[in-house]
């Protein structure tokens, strides 16, 4: 007598296989957008957010919103470009809402303004600071593999270079830098 499976061997749904499939293409379109900045030299203009939490039962220094990509490592700042006929506080919000599900509701506060010279791009960031917000903190599965709140005096250690540098300045721990 031989025996016969009792159960037939499942296939993976779509959402299983989104991470294995979008990263390395989300990776590809990175890299395709970099040679294309070498080659037509554009002028970009980018947001980002400093989103806080100060919910803070025990008074202490609030925490920050940081993301991490699925085409580039480390953890960063919620945001992204700046689109034709969109204001800067515009483009944060629905970058903001598009990444990590949040609404930015209080007015966002600018920040500052950074030159960012990288693989060939000229691109400028304007970074707003937003304490008023409302949502599930949820990232997307696509460009957004893992989004977080951060107490700002333990970040994770692989928190971006630049990233560091603006929570050091928002901090007063650093004067504000003219590049990124």
Do not use: C
């Not at 990232?139 to 990233?163: C, H, K, N, Q, Y």
Request: proline residues 8%.
């Amino acid at each position: 007598m031989t025996a016969t499976p009792t159960s037939t061997p499942r296939n993976p749904s779509p959402t299983a296989l989104r991470p294995a499939l979008t990263t390395p293409l989300m990776r590809l379109a990175w890299h395709g957008r970099n040679m294309w900045h070498w080659v037509a030299r554009p002028l970009t203009m980018g947001v980002r957010g400093i989103i806080l939490d100060d919910s803070d039962p025990g008074g202490g220094a609030g925490s920050v919103l940081l993301i991490r990509h699925s085409y580039v490592g480390g953890w960063h700042f919620p945001g992204g470009g700046v689109g034709k006929g969109e204001s800067l506080v515009e483009a944060m919000r629905r970058e903001v809402r598009e990444e990590v599900g949040l609404t930015v509701e209080s007015g966002p506060q600018p920040f500052g303004v950074y030159a960012r010279f990288r693989h060939g791009a000229s691109d400028h960031v304007a970074v707003f600071v937003a304490r008023g917000w409302s949502g599930t903190l949820q990232a997307d599965g696509v460009e957004i593999l893992e989004a977080r709140f951060f107490p700002l005096d333990r970040l994770p250690e692989d928190t971006s270079p630049a990233t560091r540098r603006r929570i050091a300045e928002f901090q007063g721990r650093e004067p504000l830098a003219e590049r990124w």
